[in-house]
């Protein structure tokens, strides 16, 4: 089978990064047909869009999409986020962050959980307004039924594939009663379906507080887009921080696979970009797209890098970006 594989760059180290996956994935027995589309500010400066059509033309025929990171450029009027706007016109409605312990003194043991992120709604649905002069502003959080259900099923489905007998369902539906109150009724639904899948509520602020106190003790945690980008962030610096922080984002009919981290811009052509948080994304391409045996693979050359300390500075080690992407291509 022939994989057709978006290759997203995008700004600072994101080609660096994704130069570096893409001579990984040539490392592993699969066969693959890279295309490069543009996405950023230096697409916006290029071709006076940070998101043209072809890129979203390019990602919906591929089995699934590789990206590095943007950068958000001073205010220009009229630029869009096309991060954002990607996931909207791709209805990436799924942001999965996974949290897993690394073999290194700066990561906790014991961690290994999932958190599912509604990525198209909430309060990023980005209806904003201006009243009075400019001197009150709304945002509306806007939570639907149909949202709700596919991420909280999602949750529930990637639960049973690995044999996870728990999900927490993350909201503050005790203050916000109608948003969170719909979004906990839906999931209290979807979760009758799973009856082998214990479902357990908490409050935002608490989960906060418990990832905290003791992350080892949540598996899946599912929730609305501005608590699961927050909570996300909060859960990569227990294990590593955002040099090895993946995610992917999932629709019906695409697929984006990201490090966490942003464009970075001093460490441009530096070698200090740590492409571990791609690596891991690509892993989770891999396995999106059924390919197990080379994303376990390609997870424990990473493993057995960090483990020996071969890594770039902000894990403690004196490697390049290329210098790690051959160690790992070695032990492939
Ligand atoms: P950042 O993630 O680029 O950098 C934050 C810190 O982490 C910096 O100290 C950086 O040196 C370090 N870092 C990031 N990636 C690293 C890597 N692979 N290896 C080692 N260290 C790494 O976030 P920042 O500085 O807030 O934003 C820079 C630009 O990136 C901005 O224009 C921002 O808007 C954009 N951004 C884009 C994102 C995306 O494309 N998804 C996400 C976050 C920020
Ligand atoms: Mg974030």
Known sequence: ?????????????GPEVIAAAEQV??????????????????????????????????????HAALFGAVTTPPN???????????RQKLDLYANLRPT????????R???????????????YSG???????????????????????????????LARQAGRNKVH?????????????????VALEVAKEYPEI???????????????????????????????DILSDEACMFVGGLGVAASANIGAQASVFEPVHGSAPPLVGTGKANPTATFLATAMMLEHIGETESAARLRSAIESCIAEGQVTPDLGGTLTTTEMTEKVKCRL
């Open 1 to 13: 089978m022939t994989y057709k594989i978006t290759l997203l760059p995008g700004d600072g180290i």
């Open 25 to 62: 994935l040539c490392a592993l027995p699969l066969d693959i047909e890279f295309t490069r589309a543009e996405i950023g500010f230096g697409a916006y400066e290029r071709l006076g869009t940070p998101l043209p059509d072809s890129t979203l033309d390019a990602i919906r025929s591929s």
């Open 76 to 86: 220009i009027p009229g630029y869009f986020s096309p991060v954002v706007r990607m």
């Open 100 to 107: 897993r312990s690394i073999p290194h003194p700066s990561s």
């Open 109 to 123: 043991p014991g961690i290994d959980m999932l958190i599912v992120r509604e990525n198209t709604e909430g309060l």
């Open 127 to 157: 209806v904003e307004r201006l009243e009075d002069d400019g001197n009150r502003a709304i945002t509306e959080r806007i939570i639907t039924r149909k949202g709700s259900e596919r991420i909280v099923r999602k949750a529930f489905d």
């Open 169 to 185: 369902v993350v909201h503050k539906a005790n203050v916000l009663r109608q948003t969170c109150g719909l979004f906990r009724a």
């Open 198 to 228: 214990e479902m357990l509520e908490m409050l935002v602020d608490t989960c906060a507080m418990e990832l905290v106190r003791a992350p080892e003790q949540f598996e899946i945690i599912v929730t609305t887009n501005l608590f699961g």
